[in-house]
């Protein structure tokens, strides 16, 4: 069973930027894509970065150029670089993993929960 394990959450101020951390008990090229999503109180799980094996990403509008999804095979890790926070980033982040042949992600780590105030 794999299992991923976010990391770096927080408290920050508006402006400021946080690295969330993902690591997986297995190797991160044995899944198609690795991702980040998160969800606000009240809201529905909404997708924001996302890294395929071979290195393409893809990012959600609202995060665009903010964000930096990026991985270190070695550690098994998978990252999440956040600047220029706002106060509606506010939210519990989750990572995520799709197995080869899938179309939805199919592992989820327990959340890390991210708060963007002053």
């Known amino acids: 069973q794999v299992q991923l394990v976010e990391s770096g959450g927080g408290l920050v101020q508006p402006g400021g930027s946080l690295r969330l951390s993902c690591a997986a008990s297995?190797?991160?090229?044995?899944?198609?894509?690795m991702g980040w999503y998160r969800q606000a109180p009240g809201d529905q799980r909404e997708f924001i970065a996302t890294?395929?094996?071979?290195?393409?990403?893809n990012y959600a509008d609202s995060v665009k150029g903010r964000f930096t999804i990026s991985r270190d095979s070695a550690k098994n890790t998978v990252y999440l670089q956040m600047n220029s926070l706002k106060p509606e980033d506010t939210a519990v982040y989750y990572c995520?993993?799709?197995?080869?042949?899938?179309?939805?992600?199919?592992?989820w780590g327990q959340g890390t929960q991210v708060t963007v105030s002053s």
């Open positions: 890294m395929a094996t071979g290195g393409s990403t």
């Open positions: 297995g190797s991160i090229f044995s899944f198609s894509a």
């Open positions: 995520a993993a799709r197995r080869y042949g899938l179309e939805r992600y199919d592992y």
